[in-house]
């Protein structure tokens, strides 16, 4: 039963490379309003996740030096990693104005975030290994993050001098990435005693990070009140998710 949850899970996590690079192909753009309540959902929803979700199970154990590493590990594992991805998109956007070449900054973006969906597999298995509520709060989070994340990696491919199909396989095939991530990680909960002792602070390292220094930072370009309300009443309802999700999901289960 947990296995369904996780391979649906990911696959879900999967599709969203597909489903939300079709504006690229109908030329249309999504509205930078919707956007931006997408980025403020995704920072209530990864907050909340860590703090509602995340923290009572961490805290369930004996809180050791070891599980404070794990949190830290996680938050400066995602740092580099999006460090890597965004120093591409910055020597793509140079080259692109600068009549340079960027071909080689496509593959470098497609294996970092090949990487990133890796993570989030071996979260997503790690998550439902503790509970499905977990596990759900969990694949929500990821979600939210990869809307915007997958809009903004297909149209680098894009400027990368890619077409539009190649771009979409490979976005795709960064994508399953996910998939196999989380066929390791019920391997390693089967087999490796504690992983989800390791995943479970390590994941919140990841989403603190994301949200605190990828997210909110982008909220912040946008200052005005009618923007602002939006931010909030957004950031709410990526709690309330969250919230609904624990209370009324799924009963615990191992």
């Known amino acids: 039963m947990i296995e369904l949850y996780i391979l649906a899970s990911v696959v879900i996590v999967s599709l969203i490379s597909i489903v939300f690079a079709m504006p690229y192909f109908m030329k249309r753009k999504i509205p930078k309003s919707s956007l931006l309540f997408i980025l403020s959902v995704s920072v209530g929803v990864l907050l909340s996740t860590v703090f509602i979700d995340f923290l009572p199970e961490i805290t369930s154990h004996k809180y050791t030096l070891g599980l404070a590493l794990s949190i830290l590990l996680g938050f400066l594992v995602m740092f580099i990693l999006e460090k890597f991805i965004h120093s591409q998109h910055k020597e793509m956007h140079v080259a692109h104005h600068g009549h340079g070449h960027a071909y080689h900054v496509a593959p470098m973006n497609v294996i970092g975030d090949a ?13 439902y290994a503790v ?19 997958e809009i903004a990696d297909f149209g680098v491919l894009l400027y990368s001098g890619w077409s539009k199909k190649k771009a979409l396989f490979f976005n795709f095939l960064s994508a399953i ?36 220094s990828n997210l909110v930072p982008q909220l912040h370009h946008d200052c005005s009140l009618k923007d602002s309300i939006l931010h ?22 191992h």
């Open 115 to 127: 990487v990133h969906n890796f993570l989030d597999g071996l979260v997503i298995a790690g998550s």
């Open 131 to 149: 509970s499905i509520p977990l596990g759900l709060a969990a694949t929500v989070s990821i979600i939210f993050h990869e809307i915007p994340q």
């Open 177 to 212: 990435t996910a998939v196999f991530g989380a066929i390791v990680g019920m391997v390693l909960v089967g087999q490796m005693q504690g992983f989800t002792s390791f995943i479970i602070p390590f994941a919140a390292g990841n989403f603190i990070y994301i949200a605190a």
């Open 232 to 253: 909030v009443c957004g950031i709410v309802v990526g709690i309330a998710v969250i919230v609904v999700i624990t209370l009324y999901g799924p009963a615990h289960g």
